[in-house]
């Protein structure tokens, strides 16, 4: 790994608050080491920074434990500046990186990449070769180099910790409005709309057919949600699923825009999931999908 490029301070910033971890999501524990990271940067003039890693480290040395990503690298960014933190790094993972050992990473990328005067981390956060940077060797390390570390202890809702592998699995089961409570923001993905059967089009409920780009996707269902469509929101109903009325098989996502009547071939859009409204299912027949469609539309706009 090179050592992390200097960052730059401002004739009044005399170093940095810096919080290390994946960040994955960025749920509402890691939107609390963020908002304590930017108060504690504000309060002393110090630039706020967050040392993140790409790819997720499992992808390197564990491909098969590797979870899918919540947000993706420009989601991340986005989410963790918009909290109030001034840089974010993204320090490339690799073998090598991971080989390294806690003292010579500290010295490397905290203390002479980013003149960290403290650094924040979850009370279960290790780093390292082997993992030997455990939250009580990074205070002595501290005491050796010259900056403070501190921990915050692990959000809980329901008597467990909130976690980003907590909320893969409410996604990935289509408890959507649960994982949205513990990412403290409605879970988005991305995608490019694509050329369907335009089914929906011929029975009144013209669909937006997606290509998705992100890496989870709830589980098959019909769901309330928001559209945005050049940064607008609209209000819109998405299936996920086979379409199993119409005897497909491959996975479609499907997102009537309600209000919506523009052709958006090869645009990128973003939906964000509110509530599941249903299960899929096989209707006898396209009259009483459209019944059904209407249905969930009247349902869809008792969420918004």
């Not at 909130?162 to 990412?183: H, P």
């Not at 949600?225 to 609209?234: P, R």
């Amino acid at each position: 790994m090179k050592a992390t490029k200097k960052i730059a301070l401002t004739a009044k910033q005399k170093g940095a608050v810096v919080t290390l971890g994946n960040f994955d999501g960025i749920h509402i524990g890691h939107r609390q080491i963020l908002g304590k990271v930017a108060e504690r940067a504000k309060a002393q003039r110090l630039k706020s920074i967050v040392y993140t890693f790409e790819p997720h480290p499992l992808k390197v040395v564990a491909p098969h434990k590797s979870p899918q990503l919540i947000l993706d690298k420009e989601d991340k960014e986005a989410v963790i500046k918009s909290l109030g933190i001034s840089s974010v790094v993204f320090a490339r993972f690799t073998r090598q990186f991971a080989s390294k050992h806690p003292r010579q990473f500290v010295e490397e990328a905290l203390v002479k990449g980013l003149s960290a005067k403290e650094v924040w981390v979850g009370s279960e956060f290790s780093f390292g070769r082997e993992r030997l940077g455990t939250f009580e060797y990074l205070k002595i390390l501290g005491h050796e180099f010259g900056f403070k570390a501190f921990a915050i202890t692990p959000v809980k809702r329901g008597g467990e910790v909130v976690s980003s592998s907590r909320i893969r699995a409410l996604i990935k089961a289509g408890e959507v409005k649960k994982a949205g409570a513990l990412l403290g923001a409605n879970y988005r993905v991305k995608g490019v709309v694509v050329k369907g059967r335009a089914l929906g089009k011929e029975i009144g409920f013209p669909t937006a057919n997606l290509k998705i780009t992100s890496e989870i996707l709830p589980h098959d269902g019909v769901y309330a949600a928001y559209a945005l469509v050049n940064k607008k929101k609209y209000n819109a109903v998405v299936n996920i699923g086979v379409a199993p009325t119409l005897g497909e098989k491959p996975l479609t996502i499907e997102a009537h825009i309600m209000g919506f009547k523009r052709k958006i071939y090869n645009e990128r859009i973003v939906l964000e999931f509110i509530k599941r409204l249903r299960d899929e299912k096989r209707f006898n027949g396209i009259d009483a999908l459209a019944s059904q469609i209407k249905k969930d539309i009247a349902m869809a706009g008792r969420c918004f």
